[in-house]
């Protein structure tokens, strides 16, 4: 017969096995595109690097956010491993990834387009 603290550690335990991978799993995921795995958001758009942002610094504002527009976080967005949040000048929030600042690219029309890397010598796909 099992007691209500063997019970309780058991529920937690399925809990955390069901759960977990979701959570450890980060706010974007890898797709295969013309140029290799990329991260991309959950509509499966490209992200991207700028070469001009600094680690948990975004420099992309004005007619830049326009074309790069910020991986925007949610409000109840948490940082977890090499996840992290950039706060930026509007007071919302972007993502990042080990630190740099992500973005997605108007021109990119379809899930897994690449349009942007390489663009200016400035914009890579985030890997």
């Given at each position: 017969?099992?007691t209500?603290?063997?019970r309780?550690?058991?529920?937690?335990?399925?809990?955390?096995?069901?759960?977990?991978?979701?959570?450890?799993?980060?706010?974007?995921?890898?797709?295969?595109t013309?140029?290799g795995?990329?991260?991309?958001?959950?509509?499966?758009?490209?992200?991207?690097?700028?070469?001009?942002?600094?680690?948990?610094?975004?420099?992309?504002?004005?007619?830049?956010?326009v074309?790069?527009?910020?991986?925007?976080?949610?409000?109840?967005?948490?940082?977890?491993?090499?996840?992290?949040?950039v706060?930026?000048?509007?007071?919302?929030?972007m993502?990042?990834?080990?630190?740099?600042?992500?973005?997605?690219f108007?021109?990119?029309?379809?899930?897994?387009?690449v349009?942007?890397d390489?663009?200016?010598?400035?914009?890579?796909?985030?890997?």
């Amino acid at each position: 017969m099992r007691t209500a603290a063997t019970r309780t550690v058991l529920a937690l335990a399925m809990l955390a096995g069901a759960f977990g991978p979701a959570i450890a799993a980060g706010p974007a995921k890898m797709m295969e595109t013309s140029v290799g795995k990329v991260y991309v958001d959950a509509k499966g758009m490209t992200l991207y690097t700028f070469d001009k942002d600094q680690k948990g610094v975004s420099n992309c504002y004005d007619q830049c956010a326009v074309n790069w527009p910020p991986f925007v976080a949610g409000a109840k967005a948490k940082a977890s491993g090499e996840w992290t949040l950039v706060d930026r000048k509007d007071g919302t929030k972007m993502w990042a990834y080990d630190g740099m600042p992500l973005y997605t690219f108007i021109k990119d029309k379809k899930p897994g387009d690449v349009v942007g890397d390489g663009v200016g010598g400035v914009w890579h796909v985030a890997k």
